[in-house]
């Protein structure tokens, strides 16, 4: 950091130094900066936000609040324990979430800047973020403006629903202790704002030209992924899909089990766009997300003046409205007891009634359903209907989570890689080795889902096109240091380890000797690194080294 410092020192005073320092974005900005003037030493006081204004701006004084889209995000910010402001694509502040009080008493030295142009305040995350279409950091000496040379901001744009940029999420701090996983959590805070205000915002937009508006927001409607879609080369995802392709012949029920993420959504629509009724309503329900007293009325529909606030003309049911087409059941075991019931007798008569009403409906639907769940163990417990899992469960697939098919990860990855960067415009230079065996040590919990959430982040983290293992989150990073682990250690003992009684204690100096030397004996490098306190570091390496080793490592540290 202080050759960082250095850097930005010559480059003020217009004195030759190697740009290779600094990041491009970083000096473009700088450029910038000293093109149009902007002050090193003071700002415009009045772009602070007055704390007798924060009514203005602090979500949770805002009518915005009452919606549960923004106190759950609200929410979400609080537990983190950030401070964050939103503005929008102009780079004009238009929320605050989880304001700090105390800065009621810290104004005008420290707060949250009503505009944040580069030629207002100079280099920061947010403008950079609108500029260059990425998450981005700024730490220290990375501002052009001295005086927030002791902070740091990060921030992530978030987009709209024609993917345009509508604004970013930025997190400030008074310190420079910001990495990457800072990074990555707003630019998941970016992505949760999307799902959490900005769809359901155009989702109810859409309401208002829908007679039925009720049925989208929980039924998918349209099958968009055939067999060519699900990637893979493991000897199991090619079992999965020759036989979901026989089934895609019949229309027999399908069970499909998988993890969350593993894909099961996508083998029920390559089923359905094999099949006789591809042409005919593809109609997607989550069991868990419906609430339980809305469910009987989405899936069986209802006639006039059924129940109060019933539609004038009534509604069909999501079951009625698949009719002719394929009904996907997703978490099939969230369903209640008494509504396993009433969807059994729908589908062995093959027929539907309305709530309110006394005339039978006939449907015609290919039923597919998923669970995350053993539905032979949840029959057991007294939770799944024994004669409703026979009804569903006549060919069965079961999709392995993606710890279990390592082969298929590297095909997954340089398909994303090359989706991702096409959507983006972003020009990939270089994909290096490291990247790969990162991602195939990690063990996946949230399977597919999670690594195109990955790849994702990674592309619009990484720097001059080349994607490597320092965009990569420090879960992923331990997981590869733990295979890495196990497998030098495997070498070298192929055979029976040593009938040692105190292994562990063997192996836990040999890894504190490693870490001391790679850290030139620093205590507190290495204690940090090691994940425990510098006292406990020397209390373990006297023992393993004798009274005198504290002295030593002392005088080494000196």
């Known amino acids: 950091m202080k050759e960082y410092g250095k850097?930005?020192?010559?480059?003020?005073?217009?004195?030759?130094?190697?740009?290779?320092?600094?990041?491009?974005?970083?000096?473009?900005?700088?450029?910038?900066?000293?093109?149009?003037n902007v002050s090193l030493y003071d700002f415009d006081l009045s772009l602070l936000m007055d704390p007798q204004e924060k009514s203005k701006y602090v979500l949770k004084y805002l009518p915005?609040?009452?919606?549960?889209?923004?106190?759950?995000?609200?929410?979400?910010?609080?537990?983190?324990?950030?401070?964050?402001?939103?503005?929008?694509?102009?780079?004009?502040?238009?929320?605050?979430?989880?304001?700090?009080?105390?800065?009621?008493?810290l104004h005008p030295e420290i707060g949250y800047f009503l505009e944040a142009s580069e030629e207002k305040i100079g280099t920061n995350s947010t403008c950079l973020a609108l500029l260059e279409n990425k998450p981005f950091m700024v730490v220290g000496p990375d501002h052009y403006k001295y005086i927030f040379h002791e902070f740091s901001c990060v921030a992530a744009p978030f987009y709209n629903k024609e993917n345009k940029i509508a604004g970013t999420i930025n997190a400030s701090f008074v310190h420079m202790s910001v990495n990457n996983d800072t990074l990555n959590i707003i630019y998941s805070l970016a992505r949760l704002y999307e799902t959490l205000i900005l769809k359901r915002m155009d989702s109810r937009k859409i309401e208002k030209h829908q007679e039925d508006n009720r049925i989208q927001p929980i039924g998918t409607t349209e099958a968009v992924f055939t067999f060519d879609d699900i990637l893979g080369q493991s000897e199991s995802i090619s079992q999965v899909k020759k036989l979901a392709k026989r089934a895609a012949t019949v229309d027999s029920s399908v069970l499909i089990y998988g993890e969350s993420g593993s894909g099961k959504e996508i083998f029920a629509q390559a089923i359905h766009n094999e099949s006789k009724r591809k042409n005919k309503p593809f109609?997607?329900?989550?069991?868990?997300?419906?609430?339980?007293?809305?469910?009987?009325?989405?899936?069986?529909?209802?006639e006039t003046g059924a129940f109060a606030g019933a539609t004038k003309s009534g509604k069909k049911g999501l079951l009625e409205y698949a009719s002719g087409g394929t009904l996907f059941l997703d978490e099939v075991e969230s369903m209640s007891l008494s509504f396993q019931v009433k969807i059994l007798r729908a589908l062995s008569s093959s027929s539907i009634t309305r709530i309110g009403g006394f005339k039978p409906i006939p449907i015609d639907i290919r039923l597919i359903s998923?669970?995350?769940?053993?539905?032979?163990?949840?029959?057991?417990?007294?939770?799944?209907?024994?004669?409703?899992y026979y009804r569903i469960n006549v060919i069965q697939l079961k999709i392995l989570p993606l710890?279990?098919?390592?082969?298929?990860?590297?095909?997954?990855?340089?398909?994303?890689?090359?989706?991702?960067?096409?959507k983006y415009n972003i020009k990939v230079r270089s994909i290096e080795e490291d990247f790969y065996e990162h991602l195939q040590a990690y063990h996946w919990p949230g399977?597919?889902?999670?690594?195109?959430?990955?790849?994702?982040?990674?592309?619009?983290?990484?720097?001059?096109?080349?994607?490597?293992?320092?965009?990569?989150?420090?879960?992923?990073?331990?997981?590869?240091?733990?295979?890495?682990?196990?497998?030098?250690?495997?070498?070298?003992?192929?055979?029976?380890?040593?009938?040692?009684?105190?292994?562990?204690?063997?192996?836990?100096?040999?890894?504190?000797?490693?870490?001391?030397?790679?850290?030139?004996?620093?205590?507190?490098?290495?204690?940090?690194?090691?994940?425990?306190?510098?006292?406990t570091l020397y209390k373990k390496i006297g023992k393993s080294r004798g009274t005198d080793s504290k002295q030593t490592l002392q005088k080494e540290e000196m």
């Open 370 to 388: 998923a669970s995350k769940k053993d539905l032979e163990e949840e029959i057991e417990k007294g939770f799944f209907r024994e004669d409703l």
């Open 403 to 422: 710890r279990d098919r390592k082969q298929d990860i590297k095909p997954i990855i340089d398909y994303y890689i090359k989706a991702v960067s096409d």
């Open 283 to 302: 109609v997607a329900i989550n069991c868990g997300a419906i609430p339980a007293d809305l469910i009987e009325s989405e899936l069986f529909g209802y």
């Open 447 to 535: 399977n597919v889902r999670e690594l195109i959430n990955v790849i994702e982040r990674s592309l619009v983290l990484s720097e001059g096109g080349i994607i490597d293992e320092s965009v990569l989150s420090s879960s992923i990073k331990e997981c590869y240091t733990i295979a890495k682990l196990k497998k030098d250690f495997n070498e070298v003992f192929s055979e029976s380890l040593p009938k040692e009684k105190n292994l562990l204690k063997i192996a836990e100096e040999v890894i504190i000797d490693r870490v001391l030397r790679e850290e030139g004996y620093n205590m507190s490098s290495t204690a940090a690194r090691l994940g425990i306190s510098r006292p």
């Open 64 to 105: 915005e609040y009452k919606e549960n889209g923004y106190k759950e995000f609200c929410s979400i910010v609080g537990n983190l324990g950030l401070n964050i402001s939103i503005y929008d694509k102009y780079a004009k502040l238009k929320y605050i979430v989880n304001y700090d009080e105390r800065y009621d008493d």
């Open 7 to 36: 850097a930005w020192d010559s480059f003020v005073q217009g004195i030759d130094f190697n740009q290779n320092l600094i990041k491009k974005d970083i000096l473009n900005s700088w450029r910038r900066c000293k093109k149009q």
